[in-house]
């Protein structure tokens, strides 16, 4: 798969050291130390030995059609997309792993496909119950692997659930419950969002979410030496229905401010036709909801307040717009409309705006000032 040769590969069909270096300007790239992918057939006489490590057109093609349309380099969500296929395949093919060691933290969550935010590259990382060690191509800590290991593409790796909690010490408690409702997400819905998005959720989901919780995460919390009382808060509000991981840092966010009853993608109906779907809604008075008989999922708690406005957040943590172009743009200016004709405070966050909680409660606040007096029980982590 992916065309993968090692030094000594290279090496011994006759390539010299100074025509792999020349060749990573052409058609072989260097995925880690000693570690290269063959991405073209090349036309040049002294590569042609290349092609007998060729064992996947499909990644031929891919750079081929990357080169004629020069999009890589337009689309920055492909670019990086490229990247962290990149970064997995680096670790997939690192060829001096040593016994006992089992691929976690980041490097872990990039194999899961856990999304995260601003990771630097750095080295590989293994936990390993005999050793420690670090270059600047793998970091191997000591630590016990337990019951939370699995072969994941023929990787030794912490499952997915284990690495989404080794995320919160790692990368911080927001990344953390981020990894973490991905993977409860997953566990729930399956991968394919396209057929999530068909379906809609099912209407009992919210019922099977404290026994998923538990089924994925007692393990690993049961076994962490330090920080369980924080992963634990954590694990009580994980929700299957964020959508990104932009969400994923909303719902903590709201919970940190003390708003606990937002709740998330609801369907609005204008009539009986089927309006818009809220990323978080607090519902208001029960006077509206008897007006447009909206909501798909179980009613929150209304906020005290009588005759305001139920407030729904947006949060634009996707290529919406660049996917959608113009006519989603309309689209979406006709519903925030008609939201606002059916008595709905509507406020919409970019994404750098759910990355603080400063940021975000100014903003909140400046927008909807009435939800100050419903915060109770800030989470605190
Ligand atoms: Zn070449």
Redesign the pocket.
Known sequence: MFNIAYYQDLRAAGASSALIRE?LE???LKLGRGVYSVI?R?V?AR?LM?AQFIDDDEWIRYHEEQAERGQQARDPALQARYREHLNRLRILSYPSYRSGDAVWGISAAYLHRIRMFDVPRGPITVINPRDSSRTAEIERRRRPTCDDVEMHEGAVTTTAARTAVDLISLLGPAAGFAAMEQVLRRHLLGEDEDLIFRLGYPPQLMDDVPGAVDELFAGPLSRMTRGSVRAKKLAKLVSPLSESYAESRTSLLLHQLGLHEFVQQVTVFDGRKQLTRLDFLLKGPSRLDSADGDGSLPAARGPGARGEPRVALYVDGTQKYADGGFDTMNKESRQHNRLLAMGYKVIRFKFNEVMSLFTFRQKLFSQAPELKQLCDRHLLL
């Open positions: 060749s052409c058609c072989l073209r090349c040049n590569h290349y």
